[in-house]
């Protein structure tokens, strides 16, 4: 699958949620591997913060990115279209603080989405495949998210409550191409007893009975509910009875769970690569799903590639007798067994090792170790292959070596370890010459990697 971006620039503009204040925000294509980015056009250079878990800053009735001293706020729901879309890479112009609350969902984003439509970029897309199970928990709030190995992408929300009028729901977004039709409508919803404490904390200016759900759960008189309103600048309203007493209706009967369902997508989008898995989230918010997502980009972090997924079941994209078509190695130097992966940018290759690898009487006789330049020659071949699949004909041509840079032997690999080779392109292939990354693993964790040029040539 290849990278995304917007096929062309829209704009949103409305108050924002906590500031009141009139927001402009232009989302714009973004060149590949740029992620998503907002750019602050009312400070000086306009500043450009990335969205990434790390520059959470503050997740107090919203979440709020930083750098320094440049933030922006609210980005949640415009970060769960993007997300939703499949579009990996856009830069989000605004001239305030924060997003544009819009009708309180996202609604209006998708909408614009579509209408712009989107464009294929010249990349391969990155996903982070959730491979076993991961959990955040806080056990003062009983929140928590749980991640669990999937082909897909899905989440399942629970909410729970104490209030008569809103106590326990349930939302599920099983495709993520559902999100437009299922959970992009769904407002953001606020209890009348929070009303106060927010408005004293300098929140929710903008803030009405259009851009939100209102839930009326705990008795107030008349003159209470009438000086709230007059402190939140909206029009006074006669209350009887518990319930909902926004201006539109519920447009389904969970939708506090279906926008809790946004906010966790709208939060794990932080983590710069769309994700592989099943999302089970219990009571989420903002502070546990961003602290979710900050523990997976500790790992992006740590290991730029993530080991390539292998299932010796599947059928290989290239046998052993592929192979031996396109390279002219043959016994003891050819180093790799099969292909399971190739893209535009990168391929994936696998050697078994055995005891029987010839090398292993000499290095060594008491402690067999494969030597880390046959680590290097086999991630070779394998960029070799990569080469290869750029041209018409490719057994017409043969690859060299040229160049071997940057070379890290991080762990021994012994008989019976399988070895996963990942080998992307750094610079595009000029005058038959390529500069590509290569990383070598065993199960989860890399043994080796370099960088390395080569060189395809025709035969004679």
Known sequence: MKQITLA???????KGLHTGKDIVAEFTPAPVNNGYKFQRTDIEGEPIVDALAENVQSTTRGTVIAKGDVSISTIEHAM??????????????????????????????????????????????????????????????GASIV????TDFSVDVMIDFKSPVLSN?????????????????????????EIEPLVKNNLIKGGDLDNAVVIYDSPMEQAELDRLADLMGVQRKNVSEFGFIQEKPLVADNEPARHKLMDVMGDLALIGRPLKGKVLATRPGHSINTTFAKKIRKEIKRQDVQAPVYDPNKEPIMDNNRIRELLPHRYPMLLIDKVIEIGTNHIVGVKNITANEPFFPGHFPQEPVLPGVLQIEAMAQTGGLLVLSTVDEPERYSTYFMKIDNV????????????????????????????MKGYAFVGDKIVSECEFMAQIIKNK
């Open 8 to 14: 062309s620039p829209f704009t949103v503009s409305g």
């Open 80 to 141: 769960a279209a993007l997300y939703a879309a499949g579009i990996d890479n856009c830069l989000i112009k605004i001239n305030g603080p924060e997003m544009p609350i819009l009708d309180g969902s996202a609604k209006e984003f998708c909408d614009k989405i579509n209408e712009v439509g989107t464009e294929e970029q010249n990349a391969d897309k990155d996903f982070y495949i959730v491979k076993q199970k991961i959990e955040v928990r806080d056990p003062e709030t």
């Open 147 to 150: 991640v669990l190995p999937d």
């Open 169 to 193: 729901q349930f939302a599920s977004l099983e495709k993520i191409d559902d999100f437009s039709k299922e959970i992009a409508a769904s407002r953001t919803f606020v209890f009348v007893r």
């Open 408 to 435: 890290k032997l991080r762990q021994k690999v012994v008989p019976g370890d399988t070895l996963i080779f990942h080998i992307s392109f750094m610079t595009e292939l000029r005058r038959g010459c390529a500069v």
